[in-house]
């Protein structure tokens, strides 16, 4: 019984910035690998950004270059910056959360992101 919690979405111009965040602190284990997944309305979940234990990072081509996917160990939260917004990336964003003792991975009830022209 691990679950995420994600925070920080909300409206916002095309061009601008937002930081989502994904919250582990109330769990024993520490966040370890780390998928930031989004689903707009009527398409399927898609995989925008991932960060394994060793901090390796891959992104979806089409946030390549104005998203970056991040860990605080010391607070137990992992990040998805994100600029240079469009209305493309309006959605509900999806923390997907493994943790140093536990093998599965554990999803967020997720956070929507519109982004308006």
């Known amino acids: 019984q691990v679950q995420p919690v994600e925070s920080g979405g909300g409206l916002v111009q095309a061009g601008g910035s937002l930081r989502l965040s994904c919250a582990a602190s109330g769990s024993i284990f520490s966040i370890n690998a780390v998928g930031w997944y989004r689903q707009a309305p009527g398409k399927q979940r898609e995989m925008v950004a991932t960060?394994?234990?060793?901090?390796?990072?891959n992104y979806a081509d089409s946030v390549k270059g104005r998203f970056t996917i991040s860990r605080d160990n010391a607070k137990n939260m992992a990040y998805l910056q994100m600029n240079s917004l469009k209305p493309e990336d309006t959605a509900v964003y999806y923390c997907?959360?493994?943790?140093?003792?536990?093998?599965?991975?554990?999803w967020g009830q997720g956070t929507q992101v519109t982004v308006s022209s």
């Open positions: 960060i394994t234990g060793l901090g390796k990072t």
């Open positions: 997907n959360a493994q943790f140093r003792g536990i093998p599965s991975w554990y």
